[in-house]
Structures are given as structure tokens and as C-alpha cells.
């Protein structure tokens, strides 16, 4: 638990954060359209890009005895970074989500969206390739540390996919959105504060 539980917390942290993607897979959730295929190609992507982050900055930490300190100090940064944005999306508000009232699209569209949205994101090769790869590669078991962060990814696009609308009369106020991104500050600090000390 001391390797598996620190990934699923990170990749947790890092998902749970106001995005394209998930406020894509709210609205599904919210109209009930395609949910599982919805939240199954989150799922699927995330564990492709965790599987190669981990993979491959742990055979190259291997190799090159400087990279694990200079990734994992650039890791902080960039989680000081991450926390600071969300601390200044809490002071300043204003996020809402409101569902849209429209047709139903078929599934392939629906799906070709989504992966748009996750795959021409470059901040998921941040989050997910590079800062829980660079994470992993100070724990000897990076593999339990990134299915962790898998099982992480997996079970929250679920409970927000099936959880929308009981989550969408909360999240229509923006004060709400204030004490989540308010959360997600403190807990990228906190990480970052780890990874500082180690």
C-alpha cells in the first residue's frame, strides 16, 4: 500500500482537476448517453499513457543516475506550478457546468470527440506520461505505483460517468467549483512538498 496508494492519490489529484475531458464526461453522464464506452476510452487512454510513463522513465532512470533528482525536482515544480493555478481558480471563481439540452449524437462521433479532447491535450502527456512517470521512478515497485494510478484514472471517470446527475445540481454553483479547485491546490502542494523532501 505504501507504493500502490501514493499513485492512486497522484493520479487522483490530477484527474479530478476542471477540464475539457471532464466536463465532457459529465455532460454524457448528465444526458445518459454512452456512458460506459465514454468512460471506458478515458479509462483505456489513461492506462496507455501511465503504462509508457512508467515504463520508460523507469528504464531511464536506470540508466542515467542524475535523471531520477532532476525529474523528481521538476516534478515539484511543476506541481507547485499545477496548485498554484487551481489556488488562483478558487480565489477568483466563476467555473460552472451546465448541461446542454440537446439531440442524441451516435457513438462513434461521441467517441472520435472524446478522443480528441485526451489525446490532442498536452497537458495529459504532462499529467500522466512525464509527471507520474518521473513520480514512479523513486519507488522500486513502479509498477504497482502505476496501477495505482490506472485503477485511479478507471474509477473515477466511472463514478463521474454514472455520478453526473446526482453531482450536477452541486456543481451548477460556482462556489463549488471554488472548494474543488481549492482541495486540488492543496493537495498538489503537499505532493510537491514530498517529492522535495525524499
Do not use: K
Not at 95 to 117: F, K, Q, S
Amino acid at each position: 500500500m505504501d507504493t500502490f496508494l501514493p499513485g492512486y492519490v497522484l493520479s487522483l489529484s490530477l484527474i479530478v482537476a476542471i477540464g475539457a475531458q471532464n466536463a465532457f464526461v459529465l455532460r454524457q453522464g448528465l444526458r445518459r448517453e454512452h456512458v460506459f464506452w465514454v468512460c471506458m476510452t478515458c479509462g483505456t487512454s489513461d492506462a496507455i499513457l501511465v503504462s509508457a510513463g512508467v515504463a520508460g522513465f523507469g528504464a531511464l532512470a536506470e540508466s542515467v543516475p542524475w535523471f531520477e533528482g532532476a525529474m523528481r525536482y521538476g516534478g515539484a515544480a511543476f506541481l507547485m506550478w499545477y496548485g498554484w493555478r487551481n489556488a488562483r481558480s478558487a480565489w477568483q471563481g466563476g467555473h460552472v457546468l451546465r448541461a446542454d439540452n440537446g439531440t442524441g449524437r451516435p457513438l462513434m462521433p461521441t467517441l472520435l470527440t472524446l478522443l480528441a479532447l485526451t489525446w490532442l491535450n498536452p497537458h495529459v502527456y504532462l499529467d500522466t506520461v512525464v509527471l507520474i512517470g518521473s513520480i514512479s521512478a523513486q519507488y522500486d515497485n513502479r509498477l504497482l505505483f502505476g496501477g495505482g494510478a490506472v485503477l485511479a484514472s478507471i474509477s473515477f471517470f466511472f463514478a463521474l460517468g454514472y455520478g453526473a446527475r446526482l453531482l450536477a445540481p452541486l456543481f451548477a454553483r460556482p462556489t463549488s467549483w471554488r472548494v474543488l479547485d481549492g482541495l486540488i491546490a492543496l493537495t498538489m502542494w503537499t505532493i510537491a512538498a514530498g517529492l522535495v523532501v525524499a
